[in-house]
């Protein structure tokens, strides 16, 4: 399908890299392609980055039809541009909005949204230390009626924002609560999709913990309220006894890229990781028997987030002296070396533009 580009009459001034606050300042373009039900995808177009007009009825506004990606565009020491794994956050983008009855956006034509707003935007691309261009795929249903039913009018969108090194300082292990009254997620919901409404019932348990001083919260199931399933907004790991343990993808957990490529190179590293029913219980025996070495959550943004505290009503326990660990360092390195091209790349997840 062509991309019709309609350039912004005047260009943005490019943030400070230095000072870069993560999502909050955007590039001078978006990519929008709109889909009719009975007619497909049409009229694909990138435009001046600007507010949408929607009906105030938008089934997105009132019934929360939307899904959405993160990924990262690295700039490499030569200069050129590239993309990590983007298929698999293509892919999971259909499986979410399978989930959510919004329409299938054919592999090509979700990429080619990515790729030519990146290369149009390249300039956007900052080139210090640890920094990306962070790009927001996201698909909404925009019938204007309040119905509640599937919607006929959708469009897919992608906005990108230079985002700035996610740990300056290095790596700070973060403290972390177990979450005792909400949940995230059940089997039979919306746990394995990256829709918004996750994320809305996900703000409560975040400001409660943010008021006890915490980072985050760590998700149990939402049917036995034992085991532990996502850290915050990201998937979760630990070293136990020289083993990695990580929760399975039950139906409730989302399939996190960080998540594969960290098992992919553990694997490649000879540890045996356990994907698996994990109890919170099993977690705070481990640490005050001394066999809990490491813990981390992964995810796109932070790549590898050291926890060094974990607390459950009264107790708590201190993970590695509230040190990062050898092998979440060893992670970050090398997952950061791949993506920003300084490690070779053995499993061709590296894209370049
Ligand atoms: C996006 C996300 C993750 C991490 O996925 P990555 O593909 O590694 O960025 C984990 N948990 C939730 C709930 C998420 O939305």
């Not at 795929?137 to 009626?145: E, L, Q, R, S, T």
């Not at 230079?162 to 995230?184: C, F, N, S, T, W």
């Amino acid at each position: 399908m062509e991309i019709k580009i309609t350039r912004a009459a005047t260009l943005k001034e490019k943030p400070d890299s230095s000072t870069l606050v993560f999502g909050q300042s955007f590039t001078d373009h978006m990519f929008i392609v709109d889909y009719y039900a009975g007619k497909g995808w049409q009229d694909a177009r990138i435009v001046p980055y600007a507010p949408l007009q929607i009906d105030p009825a938008a089934k997105v506004l009132h019934y929360a039809q939307e899904i959405f990606e993160g990924l990262k565009a690295y700039r490499t020491a030569d200069g050129s541009v590239q993309l990590f794994r983007p298929m698999d956050n293509i892919r999971r983008m259909n499986a979410s909005a399978e989930r959510l009855s919004l329409p299938q956006v054919p592999e090509d034509l979700a990429l080619a949204g990515i790729t030519e707003l990146v290369k149009l935007e390249q300039d956007w691309v900052p080139s210090e230390e640890g920094t990306s261009l962070y790009i927001r795929p996201f698909i909404i249903g925009v019938d204007p009626a309040l119905g509640v039913h599937s919607s006929h009018h959708c469009q897919y969108i992608v906005i990108v924002c230079p985002v700035g090194a996610y740990y300056p300082e290095g790596l700070a292990p973060v403290k972390i609560y177990v979450e005792d009254e909400d949940v995230r997620a059940v089997k039979g919901g919306t746990g394995m999709a990256k829709t918004g409404g996750n994320y809305a019932a996900s703000l409560r348990a975040g400001d409660r913990a943010e008021a006890k001083g915490y980072t985050q919260v760590l998700w149990l199931d939402g049917v036995h309220r034992k085991y532990i399933e996502e850290v915050g907004a990201m998937n979760v790991m630990f070293k136990v006894d020289g083993k990695i343990l990580t929760p399975d993808l039950n139906g409730s957990v989302l399939d996190g890229i960080t998540r594969r490529s960290c098992i992919q190179l553990l694997k490649d590293w000879g540890y045996e990781v356990e994907e698996r029913r994990i109890s919170a219980e099993e977690l705070f025996e481990a640490a005050k028997k001394g066999t809990m070495e490491e813990a981390w959550g992964t995810g796109t943004a932070a790549v590898v987030s050291p926890i060094g505290e974990l607390a459950e009503g009264d107790e708590k326990v201190i993970i590695n002296n509230n040190q990062i660990g050898e092998i979440t360092q060893k992670l970050y390195d090398e997952l950061t070396g791949i993506q920003w091209g300084r490690t070779a790349d053995p499993h061709g997840w590296i894209m370049k533009l």
